[in-house]
């Protein structure tokens, strides 16, 4: 504002002398030299103004002649000029040989912003027009560069970026270029996506964020703190097809590139995570750099499940979901069920073609994807309304499953099913307001502990075939003839004694298998398909009511549940030995025919020892297996033994499961190995963790003495009497999700010494512990009670 622009003199002048008399320490002396201490100043030097995109060979032209001068600023300020440049960037680092704008509109654009050219760089683009037109006439006749370059291909030369990336990047003053110049970048770039279609317009525009990611030193604090932020907001306002196409592209990336950018967004997360304070009134839903790199995560994770190890076929066949009556009068009073709401199928996997249970072995575990600290931050009350209600205003994280840890999830879907189990309830009201009658709002079961699987197996048929709804309703158990008052610990100790009846080998449900400790369905069993329903119904209303069962399938049988058939690398987890011969099979170099003499007609056992033959093709019993045929053997045999032999076994399973658990987001949030976690539990059981968390009551401390020897002899116990000790205090000898650390069990004095056992009400996880005057009277007393225990009475 201080300075003279110029002087007092009229701005036109009729020739140059007034101009210099005037300003002659800016044009010289009359005889039109510089003075000498100017050719000091300001020596001459190359600023290569005419570059407007960058080639790997014009960046080390231009760095061969920096070094020569031991002068980097003229490559720093090109540097700083084309990657600050959506128009430059786009262009530069081409495959091709079309260094220049494939359309008249973007000459134009090119043109306008660059209105200072002086006249040679005028003449320059009007013959680069002339050229472009020419090879944009061509490309007219090929078609336009996205269908030229396909679903996949980019024109930008990546192996030509990270070339130059590691020449330049070794120099601290060239990387403070590209920082500053992704800085420079990132608003224009926000604009042009946000109001512009870009990318609908020129299909090129995603080289930017191709030759942008491929910067190494997008991790360092300082692009975290100032770039990245901006830059993740960009990418995550792409169009759907430009996210899926970067996807694609990264997914034929190496493991190491991918997991330099999973680490740059993981990073990105949990520097801004730590660096704010969130509550209540200031979620992480709401922080905008989080969110985005959340987004910008996402297309790594699919990039890594499509370069893994894919299996889009072998689907299991969905079933029609069955429908309630209530619903017709749903609609007549205006209600709709929340737990419909939300997205089911992210749209970028809908776009991708590929879910991640398609992908047995990604290229990086899942479990690397998890960000613990925005998991330790996140309201999951809050972010579950955000999925079910809000989703189109309101960020969830659940949407982006892949980064939460299987306890936070597992949270999520306990909101899921305490709410559909509220207005199941609501519904119920409402029932009896129209229809003058009183209905129970809850799924009570009242049973026989010596009959339990028919009382059990009557009333949850009967409910399934005129309501399935009602296997929604919160659960309540009675045993008959005990007092026990169902508040979660009955309902446990119910689900385990039907699963112990059910897989008892008397009955021939299922066989065990003595060297995998695992179930897998019998194919010769007798009994009918209400019983499998009813193990599936019990599998469901345990999930739904947030109980853990002691069942011991092998992991294919949650992956069938989740919509996945089994295949012979199936066979490895549930049926080892046979899973070892068909691979030697599959490996023998021999004359396979000669040598092992086999045919596509295999043989079983039934369920009393008989022989059974099956043909795994129309007169199998002929067709010799042989080097050409043996991978089909294989893939049929394995085929037969977990999907075709227990079919009908299976889909009744199947059926009774989804009937409680068809309405839940359980598939869209879990992994089959999560599944197996949040129905089983964790056989790992750290007792450490469990005392840290314990709280005391009645007087009770962690300090006070009987506490003391009490967690002494806990710890002093061996593996099963703690896991008697387990079943006795919580109705489960499982961890639940998360470990011991996340279940919290109460100690409560329940009066002076005395002879009396120690008792607990599992509902809520509380063990009533008398004071006993002696550590060996509180081992004896303990020990016998975690033995002995069976049954529920009033205290």
Known sequence: MNAKLCGRHSAAFPDNSSAKETHPALLGDRHGKMPDHEDNLFPPREDFREVHYLTEEKVYEILSICEGKKDYSPLIRVIGRIFSSAD?????????????????????????????????????????????????????????????????????????????????????KMESAFLNALVYLTPNVELDLTYLDVYDTNPDYLNIFVIVMENSSLHSPEYLEMAMPLFCKCMS????????????????????????MMETFQQLITYTVISNEYDSDSLVNDDACVVAAAKCLKLVFYANVLGGDLDTGHNEEEEPASESSELTLQELLGEERSNKKGPRVDPLEKELGVRTLDCRRPLIPFEEFVNEPLNDVLEMDKDFTFFKVDSESKFSFQSCPFILNACTKSLGLYYDNRISMYSERRITALYSLVQGQQLNPYLRLKVRRDHIIDDALVRLEMISMENPADLRKQLFVEFEGEQGVDEGGVSKEFFQLVLEEMFNPDIGMFTYDESTKLFWYNPSSLENEAQFTLIGIVLGLAIYN????????????????MGKKGTYLDLADSHPVLYQSLKELLDYE??????????????QTDLFGDPITYDLKENGDKIPVNEDNRAEFV????DYILNKSVERQFKAFRRGFQMVTNESPLSCLFRPEEVELLICGSRNLDFQALEETTEYDGGYSKDCRIIKDFWETVHSFGEEDKRLFLQFTTGTDRAPVGGLGKLKMIIAKNGPDTDRLPTSHTCFNALLLPEYDSKEKLKERLLKAITYAKGFGML
């Open 237 to 260: 306002k792409l169009p759907l097809p430009a996210l899926a196409k970067l996807t694609r592209l990264w997914s034929r990336y190496s493991v190491e590139h991918i997991r330099r």
């Open 88 to 172: 430059g960037l786009v262009r530069s680092f081409r495959k091709d040989k079309e260094q220049h704008p494939n359309t008249k509109e973007q000459r134009k654009t090119h043109q306008a912003k660059d209105e200072d050219k002086d006249e040679d760089d005028k003449e320059r683009t009007t013959a680069m027009e002339q050229e472009s037109e020419a090879s944009a006439s061509m490309e007219g006749a090929t078609g336009s560069t996205e269908n030229r370059l396909g679903p996949v291909e980019v024109s930008v030369d990546i192996e030509a970026v990270r070339r130059v990336y590691d020449r330049l990047l070794s120099n601290e």
């Open 590 to 603: 021999g004359d396979v025919e000669e040598d092992m003499m086999i045919t596509f007609q295999i043989s």
């Open 546 to 561: 947030n109980c853990i069962l002691d069942v011991h399938f092998p992991m294919v049988v949650y992956r069938k549940l």
């Open 635 to 638: 893939s049929l045999y394995g």
